[in-house]
């Protein structure tokens, strides 16, 4: 039954925060102290209070506060100190190390405690791993062997669960995750509690783990509690009627799982345009709702981040300017803090626009924690020359000495090294500094030895000391560093208060060792204290505040959410940067998570939808950003984006791009006279190019000498470069392969020599130039017959072990091989096991071919020869198929081999007829893609035939047209008046981008 708790519905489009304001001020007292509001984070109780202390000239104000915060307020069944996250990656590291796990290492301590804390997180027992047990004991797609190696894998972890539950037992230590669920647990609302006030107000949430709806449920049976749903419309009517997924299925979960049924919403005004536009974006409403005119949402499209940063910051500073939006009315939100949190910070800096920055910093991006990292890498490496000539870019370290004296010794440091052949070692720099006479230097190896001394000797080498003693000597140590000098020298280079806060961490990271030294007795040499340091204290990150009153709002997705300002800016709008890249689970698979109620990767996905939809319709305006590339390294735009494109299809206009140029400094505005110059500057611009495309033996297409050499012998791969773009084809031709090629392109190099070299050896077994490096003599051995329903396991099995042993010819592509042991290899065989009989012959694998080719236009006749390597030859009772593997589906596409655009096994099936032991044969063609677990096919003669017949007009058509016809070879791009002048089929730098397009158009102007 649902409960019948008040359900206060706030559109999207509204402010929550504002609403929440409104309740509590609807009568005319000022003293709020019996009333509490619980919200999901920290940033929106501060835009409360802002909120109230703006409308309320004095008042005493109500406990604003989050879930974990009510927890710790509930009486407490044991009083246990709850640890921080460091310690608990501490102590799984003294427990990895003392014990014998065959899958769990030192190193891992960071993830274990993630996947255990996960677990109380979702109200999950230790026994849910009985669960899995059983769920991998009636596994029938695996083998006994895998099975036990997963099963072996569950019991270290529960084991090492129950070892590390008894140690925080026996010393009175809970985590944060196991302490709230305990209380919420313990919580019995109808017991008389003074700690809570009478009305409580739960705002903001759209999600919850299991222990906070354990909690969340109690509160709302007590009498005077709220619930307000900050959501669209659209989000509550698709729950209603229970269809599909989505932005809305995390508020459906939550609602569900809270038993509450959401009342009709009773303002029943006209949602705002960018609402209609994210319901349409997300498949909720249609394009008819959306009003004439643009919405107040652009894209801007940037060459670089660096580019699309500066045009963030430049769009905000000409907001605040000229537009007079004040910076606290204007958030910045940055999805992907790792890529562009110092990007932001400094480019703001340098700019002169104001900003409140709350994302998380790394502690090596501060100068001390830099210094920190460098010294570990001292200690660990023995003291290598780049980090000593790196100690000399920090700037803590510079201090020590003098910056004019620093890069003195810097360069004389690296004169001696070279001179003497010193690649590491101090007592070795300080022996040629003694022979050459360098005096400049010893101060800088007095200085590292004092640093050092601490941590000197066999016993720290070989025996090691406890944890207790290592931090005995790391005070030490920090009593050399003596970093409050430093911080005193010259407060201005603290910006942000950062150097403060990298001391404070620190010093801070000092106390948790010495606190798990009171507990942990192990042991650690000098190599393993460094690596558990530089792992679990130094891999940190700081959080500035951040606060609601001063500059722009700098922040990532989950501060930003429920609030509401003038203005949002979101930048890295890229696939992997937001929607984030969903990482692979390290302990359990995803069916298995599933099952037992661990976060899936569709609630992810789900997550993100959410977020994004409210962060398009709960502002006035939202400027969305994404870079083109990072260093010749491509961006895909992010899916979302691409929803908004498909509504701007069917409802054009309605969502306007603009290029990004990213002028935001004096520089960047110096460049423009280069781009708007005369046509003299152009001319001399590209008379330079010219000279290049001379120097190739082009002439945009006019190639000197015979064509014909050209066309007598082509690789089958080719044909479809010729048949796209016949300039390109003549570059490739004429040996010019310094360009990058795009990944999806339809050519068996994409996919890698390893992959075809697994699928050709799983069927043949491993050739003999291989088996004396690879010594397994079931891999030696050929599969040679067809997979079936009961071959399955064993024919996964199989190919992991050859993608593991071929490992080396991949590349070190790891990600691809985690892939393929994890889904690929499965689909692989399940689509083989789908297959009709076949006869296994050796040589129809990797079946090497060559044949002329003769091509007619009236009464000319040009013959090529063709040579190639098809795949696979999968000989049927009623057919041959003719197989190609594919990295991914890319551009192949059924109806592009029905008419002819896709000619690699066109021609190879043609070539085939040809030969004595096929002409009586029918053929099937077919592309089978790794990645997309999918293929295309095509196995009825007359498609195939007809097919044929177009490849071949097309080609004799542009063939002779180059042949006799003297046409020049073009590149595919429309250079005419509504042309974009972009090619889409590859980047020969110099002499096929948009600089000769631009050139051409100038030649006809002129």
């Not at 003293?31 to 309320?56: C, K, T, W």
């Not at 005070?475 to 430093?486: D, G, I, K, M, V």
């Not at 997979?787 to 991949?810: E, G, Q, Y």
């Amino acid at each position: 039954m649902s409960m019948t708790v008040p359900i206060h519905f706030i559109p999207a489009h509204t402010s929550l925060v504002r609403a929440l304001a409104d309740e509590l001020l609807r009568t005319e007292q000022r003293d709020f102290s019996g009333h509490m509001i619980i919200l999901p984070n920290q940033r929106l109780q501060q835009y409360l209070h802002l909120e109230l202390a703006g409308r309320v000239r004095a008042c005493i104000p109500p406990r604003v506060t989050t879930l974990e915060s009510v927890a710790r307020m509930l009486p407490a069944q044991k009083h246990l100190r709850i640890l921080q996250g460091q310690e608990e990656a501490i102590i799984l590291n003294a427990l990895l190390s003392e014990g014998d796990y065959a899958s769990l290492k030192p190193g891992m301590e960071r993830d274990l405690a993630r996947f255990f804390t996960e677990f109380a997180d979702e109200a999950l027992d230790p026994s849910a791993l009985n669960t899995v047990r059983d769920l991998i004991s009636r596994d029938v797609f695996h083998d006994d062997v895998h099975r036990q190696h997963v099963l072996d894998h569950i019991d270290e972890l529960e084991a090492l669960h129950k070892r590390y539950g008894a140690l925080l037992q026996e010393n009175g230590l809970t985590t944060a995750s196991d302490f709230f669920l305990s209380q919420a647990r313990a919580f019995d609302p109808e017991q008389e509690n003074h700690l809570l006030p009478a009305h409580i107000h739960i705002a903001g949430f759209g999600d919850a783990t299991g222990a906070q709806i354990i909690l969340l449920k109690k509160l709302l049976r007590r009498p005077g509690t709220h619930f307000w749903l900050h959501t669209d419309t659209a989000l509550l009517q698709k729950r209603a009627t229970n269809e599909g997924s989505g932005p809305g299925q995390p508020l459906s979960d939550l609602l569900q799982a809270l038993d509450l049924v959401p009342p009709q919403p009773e303002n029943a005004d006209r949602p705002a345009h960018n609402t209609l536009l994210a319901r349409a974006a997300f498949d909720l409403g249609t394009c008819d709702d959306l009003p004439e005119g643009p919405a107040q949402v652009t894209i801007h499209e940037a060459m670089s981040p660096i580019d699309e940063v500066k045009a963030a910051v430049a769009l905000a500073r000409e907001l605040i300017r000229n537009k007079g939006i004040a910076p606290e009315q204007i958030i910045l939100c940055v999805p992907d803090a790792a890529r562009y949190g110092r990007l932001v910070r400094s480019i703001c800096l340098k700019a002169g626009v104001p900003i409140n920055y709350s994302l998380a910093i790394p502690f090596d991006q501060t100068q001390i924690g830099q210094w920190l990292h460098l010294f570990c890498d001292l200690v660990l490496e023995d003291c290598p020359l780049r980090t000593l000539l790196d100690l000399f870019n920090n700037q803590y370290f510079r201090s020590l000495f003098g910056t004019d004296h620093a890069v003195t010794m810097r360069g004389e440091l690296k004169t001696l090294a070279t001179k003497y052949e010193i690649a590491r070692g101090l007592d070795n720099f300080m022996q040629a500094a003694l022979e050459e006479n360098a005096s400049a230097l010893m101060p800088l190896f007095e200085k590292l030895r004092v640093f050092l001394a601490p941590f000197a000797g066999d016993t720290a080498e070989r025996n090691g000391y406890s944890i207790s003693e290592w931090a005995e000597r790391m005070r030490e140590f920090t009593r050399a560093c003596a970093f409050e000098h430093y911080l005193a020298g010259d407060p201005a280079r603290d910006a942000y208060n950062l150097e403060s806060r990298a001391m404070n961490h620190w010093y801070s990271g000092l106390q948790i060792i010495e606190r798990t030294g009171e507990f942990l007795h192990n042991t650690l040499t000098r190599f393993e204290f460094f690596m558990l340091l530089r792992q679990n204290v130094l891999n940190t990150e700081l959080r500035p505040a951040g606060e609601p009153f001063i500059g722009v709002q700098v922040m990532g997705l989950l501060e930003a959410r429920n609030l509401r300002a003038q203005v949002m800016l979101i930048i890295g709008l890229t696939e992997g940067g937001f929607p984030a890249k969903i990482s692979r689970e390290l302990f359990l698979a995803e069916p298995v998570r599933r099952h037992i109620g661990l976060t899936t990767f569709h609630k992810r996905e789900h997550l993100q939808d959410q977020q994004f939809f409210h962060l398009l319709a709960a502002h006035e305006q939202v400027h969305l950003f994404y870079p083109q590339q990072d260093q010749d390294a491509p961006f895909v735009p992010s899916r979302f984006l691409q929803r908004l494109r498909l509504v701007n299809i069917r409802r054009r206009g309605c969502v306007p791009e603009h290029k990004a140029q990213g002028l935001l400094f004096r520089d960047d505005f110096l460049r423009l006279p280069a781009i708007r110059s005369s046509h003299e500057a152009w001319a001399e611009k590209y008379r330079t190019l010219q000279q290049s495309v001379t120097a190739r033996n082009d002439s945009r297409g006019h190639f000197p000498g015979a064509r014909e050499e050209i066309f007598q012998r082509i690789p089958g791969t080719q044909l479809d470069y010729l048949l796209q773009c016949p300039y390109r084809f003549l570059l490739l031709r004429a040996g010019l392969r310094e360009a990058s090629l795009p990944s999806d392109e339809n050519d068996a190099r994409s996919v890698g020599t390893w992959l075809h070299l697994i699928c050709q050896t799983f069927f043949t077994g491993l050739p003999e130039r291989l088996r004396k490096h690879i010594p397994d003599p079931e891999l030696a051995k050929g599969w040679r017959r067809p997979i079936t329903v009961a071959d399955k396991d064993r024919a996964i099995d199989r190919l992991c072990k050859l993608s593991r042993a071929l490992m080396p010819l991949s590349g070190g592509e790891i990600d691809m091989l985690l892939y393929m042991e994890f889904s690929g290899w499965q689909a692989f065989v399940e689509h083989e096991s789908d297959r009709p009989e076949w006869i296994f012959n050796e040589a129809d694998f990797e079946k090497v071919i060559e044949q002329d080719i003769a091509l007619h236009r009236g009464s000319e006749t040009f013959t090529c020869t063709i040579h190639g390597r098809i795949d696979r030859l999968i000989r049927e009772q009623d057919c041959v198929t003719v197989l190609d593997y594919k990295n991914s589906k890319g551009g192949l596409e059924e109806r592009k081999l029905r008419k002819g655009e896709l000619s690699q096994l066109l021609l190879y099936s043609q070539m085939l007829r040809a030969l004595e032991d096929f002409q009586q044969q029918n053929f099937a063609l077919e592309y089978y893609a790794f990645k997309d677990n999918d293929s295309i096919r095509l196995d009825k003669e007359q498609d195939i035939s007809a097919a044929w017949h177009k490849l071949e007009e097309t080609w004799a058509e542009l063939l002779f047209a180059i042949l006799l016809d003297a046409e020049p070879f073009r590149p595919v791009v429309d250079i005419g008046e509504h042309g974009g002048g972009h090619c889409t089929y590859c980047d020969f730098s110099g002499i096929c981008r948009r600089e000769e397009i631009v050139y051409l158009q100038q030649e006809d102007k002129a």
